[in-house]
């Protein structure tokens, strides 16, 4: 098969075997590169119109309990700046949000247990209570399967949980001894039946991964069925064992959502704050390659600066209103626009 062929036939029956994928990956040319981001455009325009989502994100603690390598709020990383905002702040987070036209808000933190499953549920249903017709996502990490059901049961929606690498060598790779490939997939399936929305999702150019595992990766995405895929380029963090690692190029990274948004078509895809970071474009090249939601910021701007995933990460210094009119020109710049409204997964 020719590029040109594999293109067209994912466009029409969203599957490829193991070869075409990662021929895909490897060898467009300039011309065919421009051809699998307009069949990605055209497969999500059938879908989604022209419409891009908007989530809140709240990132509500940056103390971590695990240890991942690439990670800068690894708690093995002392010179991480840790903070945690109170109950009462993230629901004026929350609140500003609403105000602001957010109809999803994502809470993100690292694995703090300081928030007790009370305490989450706590905060879920208060904001569920407050704003009824909003979505409240969770992306929180690894927990038992009964703590996940009580998240749930007090309003959760979605949840974001990143499998990371499904090739259990490579994830042992990226991660200390106690963290394991086969528990993140268990949550991931936990979730799922639950009936949370639930997204899975990679870093590209992660350390030691090969063209193989991102094929593994995306016929594990198709067996899963996700309803949202987290992708982004890795990015070294300067105190973490990777910090001289090399990033994830752009043009991987495009190429990647392209395929995943015809694999996976009604598949609610962000073009996410790191493809941001290494490109100034790099959330608009997102969308045009087929992702259809961005996720501004609405943390305090107190706190963003100590929220570092990894080195030189944007939009650290702004306001959430600023964060939000910024998003709004990027996307219309790119001829799609900006919806208010839960925009929930469409199955
Ligand atoms: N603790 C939660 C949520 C916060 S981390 C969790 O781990 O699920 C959210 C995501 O940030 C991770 O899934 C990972 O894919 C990404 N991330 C972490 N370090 C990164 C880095 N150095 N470069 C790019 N993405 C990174
Ligand atoms: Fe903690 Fe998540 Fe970072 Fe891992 S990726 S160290 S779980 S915040």
Redesign the pocket.
């Given at each position: 098969m020719t590029n040109t062929e594999r293109i067209g036939k994912l466009k029409k029956v969203h599957m490829l075997g193991a070869e075409d994928l990662g021929a895909l990956l490897t060898t467009l040319s300039d011309g065919e590169e421009q051809a699998l981001c307009d069949a990605a455009c055209e497969v999500r325009r059938e879908v989604y119109g022209r419409d891009v989502y908007l989530r809140g994100l709240i990132e509500f603690s940056s103390y971590?309990r695990n240890n991942?390598l690439?990670?800068?709020l690894r708690r093995g990383n002392a010179a991480c700046q840790r903070y945690r905002l109170s109950e009462e702040e993230i629901l004026e987070c929350a609140d500003r949000g609403y105000e602001l036209g957010f109809r999803t808000i994502v809470l993100?933190?690292?694995?703090d247990p300081w928030y007790t499953d009370e305490k989450i549920c706590r905060i879920v249903s208060r904001i569920k209570e407050k704003h009824p017709d909003s979505a409240v996502t969770l992306?929180?990490?690894e927990k038992s399967r009964e703590s996940y059901q009580r998240y749930f049961d007090a309003g959760a929606d979605r949840y974001l949980?990143?499998h990371?690498t499904i090739n259990a060598e490579h994830y042992s790779r990226l991660h200390p001894e106690e963290m394991s490939r086969d528990n993140r997939v268990r949550c991931l399936y936990d979730l799922k039946e639950i009936g949370y929305q639930v997204g899975c999702g990679i870093?590209v150019g992660s350390p030691f991964q090969t063209t193989e595992h991102i094929v593994e990766d995306l016929l594990f995405m198709k067996e899963f069925g996700p309803q949202m895929v987290g992708i982004?380029?890795?990015?070294?963090?300067q105190d973490t064992p990777f910090k001289d690692e090399k990033r994830g190029t752009l043009e991987d990274t495009l190429h990647l959502l392209a395929i995943v948004r015809l694999m996976l078509p009604r598949v609610l895809l962000p073009a996410t704050t790191?493809l941001g970071t290494i490109h100034p474009r790099g959330r608009e090249l997102g969308i045009l390659a087929g992702a259809n939601v961005v996720m501004p910021n609405l943390s305090p701007s107190d706190v963003r600066e100590k929220y570092m995933?990894?080195d030189g990460k944007i939009c650290t210094g702004d306001e959430a209103a600023e964060c939000r009119r910024c998003m709004e020109r990027r996307i219309e710049s790119t001829g799609y626009r900006v919806v208010v409204s839960r925009g929930d997964f469409r199955g």
């Open positions: 971590c991942c690439y990670c800068g993100q933190s690292g694995e992306s929180i990490g949980l990143r990371e870093m982004g380029p890795f990015i070294p963090h790191a995933l990894y």
